[in-house]
């Protein structure tokens, strides 16, 4: 026979036991509420949460399962709706399985939005998206597709290759060359600024891959920026102080800064390096003094941090020396 009123009684002993952690108590008298009141959703998902902190999960979803279909039955609130779905999302946490998780911590948030439901959420998510990507790197289906691209570039089928190449990335992302590989299909198609992040992203992974920086002060120069194309295409002649390529890519800056030095000294001062020495008071009282008393750059000289600010300064065309 129904009794809510005795079953209410029920659910606070159960509750004082759960709170003493007296699981075996407590179970008694959430069974006890839910046989004298079988439609209230609060007394099996309290009953669940005991099994879920005995680490009887499959128990704790079954019973929380049956509280969303009695739920449904009996109209309940969506917030109880929503609570037995995230406990069992939890129970699915617990047990490292994470899909199963976030499925049903959709479910809750679809229902209610719990600002602790909707953290956890975005966290399984995270976690679900790296083992995802982890999963699928593989070096070896990684060279395959990086074997394809080449022969699609070598063919001139620079959609195709741009393709494989983009695969190949995610099959193996600490691969420098393939993003070096995936900058030059880009610069062929004329796509300059995909060029560039890639290249930026091949020094990341390999900051000592020359290739890299050469593509990259290729791609600079596309964009009509030869002063940091020029600084790209030292710092490849630095590593490899053999590189034709590298050496070329400094004539043509050098070449492209000297027919309109105005415009280069302009995308100088706008670069946010240069604009951060320019920026600093110690430097102005520097730069002042040395417009002053030129002989003075010798003194500044020796301090090496003034010393490279200056080098930079005088790279980009912002001073000169008499």
Same mark, same amino acid.
């Given at each position: 026979m129904v009794n809510p009123t005795e079953a209410l009684k029920e659910k606070e002993l159960g509750n004082e036991a759960y709170k003493k952690r007296d699981f075996p108590a407590a179970h008694q008298h959430y069974?006890?509420?839910?046989?004298?009141?079988?439609?209230?959703?609060?007394?099996?998902?309290?009953?669940?949460?005991?099994?879920?902190?005995?680490?009887?999960?499959?128990?704790?979803?079954?019973?929380?399962?049956?509280?969303?279909?009695i739920g449904r039955e009996q109209h309940a609130d969506y917030k109880l709706i929503a609570k037995a779905f995230a406990r069992i999302g939890n129970a699915y946490?617990?047990?490292? +399985?994470?899909?199963?998780?976030?499925?049903?911590?959709?479910?809750?948030?679809?229902?209610?939005?719990?600002?602790?439901?909707?953290?956890? +959420?975005?966290?399984?998510?995270?976690?679900?998206?790296?083992?995802?990507?982890?999963?699928?790197?593989?070096?070896?289906?990684?060279?395959?597709?990086?074997?394809?691209?080449?022969?699609?570039?070598? +063919?001139?089928?620079?959609?195709?290759?741009?393709?494989?190449?983009?695969?190949?990335?995610?099959?193996n992302p600490e691969d420098a060359k393939?993003?070096?590989?995936?900058?030059?299909?880009?610069?062929?198609?004329?796509?300059?600024?995909?060029?560039?992040?890639?290249?930026d992203k091949c020094i990341k992974v390999d900051p000592t891959f020359v290739k890299g920086y050469i593509r990259k002060g290729t791609a600079l120069m596309a964009l009509h920026d030869p002063m940091r194309a020029m600084k790209s295409f030292e710092e490849a002649l630095r590593l490899d102080p053999n590189s034709s390529e590298a050496l070329d890519g400094i004539r043509q800056a050098n070449a492209a800064c000297d027919q309109d030095p105005s415009k280069a000294k302009e995308k100088a001062i706008n670069d946010p390096e240069i604009q951060s020495i320019l920026g600093d008071p110690a430097m102005r009282m520097i730069l002042e003094q040395m417009t002053q008393d030129p002989k003075a750059v010798r003194e500044h000289l020796k301090n090496p941090a003034i010393a490279e600010k200056i080098s930079k300064l005088l790279e980009a065309g912002v001073i000169g020396m008499r």
């Open positions: 069974g006890r509420a839910i046989e004298l009141d079988p439609s209230n959703v609060t007394f099996l998902t309290n009953k669940a949460a005991v099994y879920f902190e005995e680490g009887a999960f499959d128990q704790c979803i079954q019973l929380c399962e049956k509280a969303v279909e946490l617990k047990q490292d +399985r994470l899909k199963e998780a976030l499925h049903y911590f959709d479910k809750s948030v679809s229902e209610f939005r719990d600002p602790q439901v909707v953290r956890t +959420r975005q966290e399984v998510e995270k976690k679900v998206k790296e083992g995802d990507r982890l999963a699928y790197i593989n070096p070896d289906l990684a060279l395959e597709e990086k074997n394809k691209g080449n022969e699609a570039y070598q +063919r001139g089928d620079f959609p195709t290759a741009l393709k494989h190449y983009t695969e190949a990335i995610k099959r393939l993003y070096s590989n995936r900058a030059a299909c880009y610069s062929k198609l004329m796509e300059f600024r995909y060029a560039l992040e890639d290249c």
